[in-house]
């Protein structure tokens, strides 16, 4: 089942980089920027990752937070946050607690195999909870700046 513009944003209870748990709706009143990645340290996620975190100041002062989710260990995005300097929350989900609820883990095909994998995707999440504006299979480059101009 996909996630879709008006519905109510699946809640969940995740860990962070720093082993602190997260509730999407200790959120409430602020935008969030919800974004699924598939791999720490990885060439795409890298960009993605500081491009959000570029526009940090600029999201904040919208009122957005920004969570990025992927399956790693809360050590491995502890790494990859350091490494690049990463001011924002880095959810850790091998459990698949968000992931299998916003339906993206998918099927994805790679040098002749298939394989299962999240699929890069942002959910914009409202002020009151509700899922405003999706983007699934994110392309990088300007990815951050889309998700800027569509907070109100």
Known sequence: MLVE???????FTLLDQHGQSHRLSDYRGKWVVLYFYPKDDTPGCTR???S????LAELAGKDA????ISADTVQSHERFAEKYSLPFTLLSDPEHLAIEPYGVWTEKSGY?????GIERTT???NPEGKIEKVWRKV?????SEEVMSAIA
């Not at 513009?5 to 809640?11: E, S, T, V």
């Open 65 to 68: 937070v920004v969570l990025g």
């Open 48 to 50: 993605e990752a500081s």
């Open 123 to 125: 959910f914009l999440v």
């Open 112 to 116: 002749g195999k298939k394989t299962m």
């Open 52 to 55: 959000f975190r570029d526009h």
């Open 139 to 143: 392309r990088v480059e300007g990815h």
């Open 5 to 11: 513009p008006g519905q109510p944003a699946p809640d």
